[in-house]
Nanobody
Framework: HVQLVESGGGSVQAGGSLRLSCTTSGYPTTHFCMAWFRQVPGEEREGIASIDSDGDTTYTDSVKGRFTISRDNAKNILYLQMNGLKPEDTAMYYC????????????????WGQGTQVTVS
């Protein structure tokens, strides 16, 4: 099974940048769809971006032009570069993986990391 561990979260002022990383292990994820989600306590989990095995990406409208999802298959790392951060981006960010599905629906993903907190002031 796939294990995912996020890192790179922290506190940043509005307009700043952060890069989140998700290190995968336990099983090669080259052919998996990978995605980033975020969640505020008491609210629904929101799909932010996804990247499939061919490198094709999708983004939710609120982060287009600001966030970039990428993957380094050789190092088994998924990234989320976040620029122009806004207070509305404050959330716990999770990476996810699945071998069969892709997209922004959390129900499609089988494997999840523990989350990393992003706080934008």
């Amino acid at each position: 099974h796939v294990q995912l561990v996020e890192s790179g979260g922290g506190s940043v002022q509005a307009g700043g940048s952060l890069r989140l990383s998700c290190t995968t292990s336990g099983y090669p994820t080259t052919h998996f769809c990978m995605a980033w989600f975020r969640q505020v306590p008491g609210e629904e989990r929101e799909g932010i971006a996804s990247i499939d095995s061919d490198g094709d990406t999708t983004y939710t409208d609120s982060v287009k032009g600001r966030f970039t999802i990428s993957r380094d298959n050789a190092k088994n790392i998924l990234y989320l570069q976040m620029n122009g951060l806004k207070p509305e981006d404050t959330a716990m960010y999770y990476c996810a993986a699945d071998g069969a599905f892709c997209g922004a629906l959390w129900e499609h993903y089988s494997y999840w990391g523990q989350g990393t907190q992003v706080t934008v002031s």
